[in-house]
């Protein structure tokens, strides 16, 4: 009766050795506690009859396959190491409560983002170096301004469409990565679209006369209480020239006060300095660092002068007839 009771208690450590393998890739303490569940119950089995566990219960791997189920686990992964256990880890939190109720959450706001997406892509256009005009709309908020506010809002709109069909569609694989990408990149230049459209709705600087003092702007060039940012100077004839530098009337070099930007063509004096007086300024491509159109200009009509009128000649004085020493007889 003994080596009766020593052999089952054998088949049954052999058994439960190898539920235990079968659920190796779970964590130390959860996997304990199935074990210690099942160890009773297998002793139990063990204990009422002779035939072997296997042929009452299953094998181990179906058992441990039943014990996840029941205790809502994920399937076993795959033998792979580190990269299998970690795939198991994120599996169980992503399970969680609090983390469904999150991805729940942000799983609503979906359509805020595909719109934001496509506003951010549309802004980048309308800050790609070179633009000659506002990147912002100042007419119409938050309007990414592409050559005018009306064709910046036409590409917006559509944008904003083809934004949204995407994030409707059901994606294959790679896909489905080519829009991950594209998400994160759209998350990571959302900043710098942001800073772009605050410097331009900042507050423009106004000559405000208030008793015998002026509000004056501390640097730059205004006109109608719009920052001036580039300055096209045309001759008589109405050719637009190049590298013409002005100055004010106190001899000092006209300066529109821009913020630095790199892409800005650098134009340098015999001295080797540079010189921020010369107009107009012209922007670098960044792929090949040369001017892509050093003639663009927003469409000015400049017909040409006619030139100044020739002074006309002062009329003679007329002669006042001196009198005679005769009182005007002969």
Known sequence: MTGTTVARSQDAQSYLDRVGAALADLPEEERADLLDELGTHVDEIAAEGTSSLEARLGSPEDYAAELRASAGLPPAQSRGGAGARLRSQLQRVAQRRQVMVARDFFGALRPVWWVAR????????????????????????????????????????????????????????????????????????LLPVLVSLGESTSPHYVYVESGSSEVVPPDGVYSGGTQVWNIYPYDAAGRMLHDVRLYDQGGNPLS???????????????????????????????????????????????????????????????????????????
């Open 118 to 189: 496509a506003w951010v892509v549309v802004g980048l256009v309308a800050m790609f170096p070179g633009q000659t005009t506002p990147t912002w709309a100042d007419a119409v908020p938050f309007v990414p301004r592409v050559g005018t506010p009306l064709v910046g809002l036409l590409v917006l709109l559509a944008a904003v469409v083809a934004s949204v069909q995407l994030g409707r569609r059901r994606l294959s694989s790679g896909a489905g990565a080519a829009v991950v990408v594209l998400n994160v990149g759209a998350a990571l230049l």
């Open 256 to 330: 529109l006060g821009l913020a630095f930007d790199p892409t800005k063509q650098q134009t340098l004096d015999a001295a080797g300095q540079n010189v921020d007086n010369a107009f107009p300024y012209r922007y670098l491509d960044p792929t090949t660092g040369q001017v892509a159109d050093p003639e663009a200009a927003p469409p000015i009509a400049a017909p040409p002068l006619l030139g100044v009128p020739a002074a006309t000649p002062a009329a003679p004085a007329s002669a006042t007839p001196s009198p005679s020493p005769t009182n005007g007889k002969r």
